[in-house]
């Protein structure tokens, strides 16, 4: 972990992810706050057109966050390839085109992985799609989980330095205040 890995690009899709897959959150009480209408919030908060999920679909939802937390707590970025080939291939991903970075220009075209049969695959393809650019573009050992135990959130390390362990500040001043306690006692 660590080194010349490139921050990655800022995505809505990814910004999804994230909050996606820490509706699992070991801090929140039940630690599993997924629901339908909470998958809606969160893309909607991201700016996303919703999947048109159907309230019956939870369960194979709830499938998908748990493949996706796997990129993050993956141990290598062949790990992470590994999940991410195999998510493509169940939700029956197809390569497409698309506007990049650059917008419409060719140089600006990627390839993305695209379609889905359903919302709940096209959610899994859009997520690991997005997942794939970042690992594609260099950013593999930036996908991580928290280490501000119990928390195991799931964050994008997007400092220049590369070093950033845990999700947010409010672990950060946790696991400081954690340690102060444990030198003073
Ligand atoms: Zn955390």
Request: proline share 5%; net charge neutral; charged share 25%.
């Amino acid at each position: 972990m660590g080194g010349m890995s490139k921050v990655p690009a800022a995505d809505p899709v990814l910004g999804f992810v994230l909050d996606f897959c820490n509706t699992y959150d070991l801090l929140e009480d039940p630690p599993d706050r997924l629901s339908i209408p909470l998958v809606g919030r969160v893309a909607e908060h991201h700016g996303l057109p919703g999947f048109g999920l159907g309230a019956g679909e939870l369960e194979p939802v709830r499938v998908v966050r748990n493949q996706l937390y796997g990129v993050f707590a993956a141990d290598s970025a062949s790990e992470q390839v590994e999940i991410l080939n195999r998510l493509f291939s169940t939700y029956g991903a197809v390569p497409r085109l698309v506007p990049g970075s650059g917008g419409t220009s060719v140089d600006g075209v990627r390839v993305a992985a695209t379609g889905g049969e359903g919302a709940v695959a096209r959610l899994a393809v859009a997520a690991a799609d997005a997942l794939a650019r970042a690992v594609a573009e260099g950013s593999a050992d930036r996908l991580r989980t928290c280490a501000g135990d119990p928390c195991r959130c799931v964050y994008v390390d997007r400092t220049k330095a590369n070093r950033q362990r845990y999700c947010c500040e409010l672990c950060n001043d946790r696991m400081a205040s954690a340690a102060y306690r444990r030198r003073n006692r």
